[in-house]
């Protein structure tokens, strides 16, 4: 196994300390609650607003990479589609219970698994993928302006969402050092964690 070079491993930990440093104390894990259209835009910049959604999200795709070329699609599609799910659900109203656990709890199992390097199979990566999904989801759909229009909105966050697994996706693959992601893996447990342990 080839070591990281200096310069690889420096970058590595810079990434994977940004879940810490957002989560240090004055930063605000909170999000940024709806932008004011509740339209494509809004939905758009949604994920973006709260460092666990981004963080949740790109370690998608980083797992996909590591998990083999049979992975990308279905923990691809498993997210966004849960995730929509889970945003109607969160327009209409509907519970589901400890969502900002839920949120955060899916940084510290997939970036543990990334640290782990667990390879379970596609189909249970799927599943735990779809399952924190429908968390991410349900925080958008709640925090979607009243007078916003649900398919535009989605539309927009879905396509966040998309771009940030595949910055993930990107990421393991141009790395090809299980290292890299180990420590990226890392990272982003703690910070999951952080926000479990102080919310």
Same mark, same amino acid.
């Given at each position: 196994m080839r070591l990281l070079s200096c310069k690889t491993a420096g970058a590595a930990l810079?990434? $994977?300390?940004? *879940?810490?440093?957002? /989560? @240090? *104390?004055?930063?605000?894990? $909170? &999000?940024?609650g709806p932008l004011p259209d509740g339209g494509f835009i809004? =939905?758009?910049?949604? *994920?973006?607003? =709260? @460092?666990?959604?981004?963080?949740?999200? #790109?370690? #998608?795709?980083l797992w996909a990479a590591t998990l !083999?070329?049979?992975? $990308?699609?279905?923990?691809?599609?498993? /997210?966004?589609?849960?995730?929509?799910? !889970?945003?109607?659900?969160?327009?209409?109203?509907?519970?589901? *219970?400890?969502?900002e656990a839920g949120i955060a709890a899916s940084s510290v199992v997939i970036g543990v698994a990334l640290l782990l390097a667990l390879r379970p199979p596609v189909w249970l990566a799927g599943l735990v #993928? $779809?399952?924190?999904?429908?968390?991410?989801?349900r925080a958008h759909g709640a925090e979607m302006p009243a007078s916003g229009h649900l398919a535009l909105y989605a539309t927009g966050f879905v396509l966040s969402?998309?771009?940030?697994? =595949?910055?993930?996706?990107?990421?393991?693959?141009?790395? &090809?050092?299980?290292?890299?992601?180990?420590v990226i893996g890392a990272g982003i447990a703690a910070g999951g964690a952080g926000a479990l342990l102080f919310p």
């Open positions: 810079r990434l $994977a300390a940004v *879940p810490l440093l957002l /989560f @240090w *104390p004055g930063a605000a894990l $909170a &999000h940024g809004s =939905g758009l910049m949604h *994920p973006l607003l =709260g @460092w666990d959604h981004v963080a949740a999200m #790109v370690a #998608v795709g !083999g070329a049979g992975a $990308a699609p279905v923990l691809l599609a498993a /997210f966004p589609l849960a995730m929509v799910a !889970g945003g109607v659900a969160g327009r209409l109203g509907l519970a589901l *219970p400890m969502v #993928v $779809a399952g924190f999904a429908a968390f991410h989801g969402t998309l771009l940030l697994h =595949g910055g993930g996706l990107a990421l393991g693959l141009l790395a &090809h050092r299980p290292a890299v992601c180990r």
